[in-house]
Structure formats: structure tokens, C-alpha cells
């Protein structure tokens, strides 16, 4: 016998960055019920309408929301930590000893080779 996934399933997570349309969760009923910026299918899929952060978020009542927080508010609640990566950014050519290589030390352009035809 088979047996069958779950229903409800998370597919992003709190603190994560969606765009409009992303889908925050699937279920069946409403396990999670939608909050600011967030709307909800006829199958009761949670899914984003704007830009910006997912965030989990309990009530009293029980019921556990899901919202999505703008990008220029997410900034503001953690200081921008979350959304610039850690220390400077640099571009790639400017990198001391990467002429003609990427990062992975490999060269930028590959040559098929025949089967049989060893270099």
C-alpha cells in the first residue's frame, strides 16, 4: 500500500523573501489562515501579494497567521541584517588571482571532447 505525502505543507519558510504569487503553504482546511499581503486560493493555498518577508505569527484565539512583511519595513524591524550579505561584495574580475578563472578554479569555457579523444 502507497502510502500519501501530507497535506498541509509549508513551502516557505518565516523570514524568507517572496514575490507576488509565491505560494507560502498548501492545506487542506485552513491549518493557517491568511494575514497582511496574503491571500488564499479556493484550495485554501496561502500565497503572497506583495514583495517582501514571510512571517509566522500565533493570535490568542488559537489561529496561527501568515503575513508578508514589505521589504522596506522588513529593513526597518531587523536593521537591514537580513537582506545584504555579510561584509563587502566585490565583483568577480576584480579578485586577485581569478584571470580567465571562476571561483570553483575552473576556466570559463570548456571544450567537448569526443569520446575516445583523450587530451
Known amino acids: 500500500m502507497i502510502q500519501r505525502a501530507s497535506a498541509s505543507e509549508i513551502k516557505t519558510y518565516g523570514g524568507e523573501h517572496v514575490i ?3 505560494i507560502i503553504a ?3 482546511g485552513t491549518t493557517w489562515h491568511p494575514g497582511l499581503n496574503v491571500g488564499m486560493g479556493t484550495d485554501h493555498t496561502l500565497f503572497a501579494k506583495i514583495e517582501g518577508h514571510v512571517e509566522f505569527r500565533a ?3 488559537g489561529r496561527t497567521f501568515v503575513s508578508v512583511v514589505p521589504m522596506a519595513e522588513a529593513a526597518r524591524i531587523d536593521g537591514g541584517q537580513s537582506l545584504s550579505p555579510p561584509g563587502p561584495v566585490e565583483p568577480a574580475e ?3 588571482g581569478l584571470q580567465g578563472r571562476r571561483e570553483t578554479g575552473l576556466p570559463f569555457l570548456f571544450a567537448r571532447v569526443p569520446p575516445g579523444h583523450a587530451q
Open 20 to 22: 507576488p504569487g509565491n
Open 26 to 28: 498548501r492545506q487542506r
Open 59 to 61: 493570535k490568542g484565539n
Open 94 to 96: 576584480s579578485k586577485k
